[in-house]
């Protein structure tokens, strides 16, 4: 089984900062792509970040910028280092490996970026 735990959530004011990581655990070999998607209130889930087994990244134009993806494949764990935060970032946020062809996704950590 592969297990992500998410963390680094919270309530935070606008212009403010967090940072996300997802930490993978249980049978791994190799993970190849990861990502953070994010869905809030009364919206579909959309991806935000993206970053390869090359390490290349990408972004939501609306984040860029603003939004670092970035991984340690030695932890297994990928992280989403938010600035200058919005209100309209606020949404439940999910990351998701790729290992092997088969998608594991986060539990989700709320993030909540007040007026």
């Known amino acids: 089984q592969v297990q992500l735990v998410e963390s680094g959530g919270g309530l935070v004011q606008p212009g403010g900062s967090l940072r996300l990581s997802c930490a993978a655990s249980?049978?791994?070999?190799?993970?190849?792509?990861m990502g953070w998607y994010r869905q809030a209130p009364e919206k579909q889930r959309e991806w935000v970040a993206g970053?390869?087994?090359?390490?290349?990244?990408n972004y939501l134009d609306s984040v860029k910028g603003r939004f670092t993806i970035s991984r340690d494949n030695a932890k297994n764990t990928v992280y989403l280092q938010m600035n200058s935060l919005k209100p309209e970032d606020t949404a439940v946020y999910y990351c998701?490996?790729?290992?092997?062809?088969?998608?594991?996704w986060g539990q989700g950590t709320q993030v909540t970026v007040s007026s």
């Open positions: 998701k490996i790729v290992i092997r062809s088969r998608e594991y």
């Open positions: 249980g049978s791994i070999f190799s993970i190849y792509d």
């Open positions: 970053i390869t087994r090359s390490g290349y990244t």
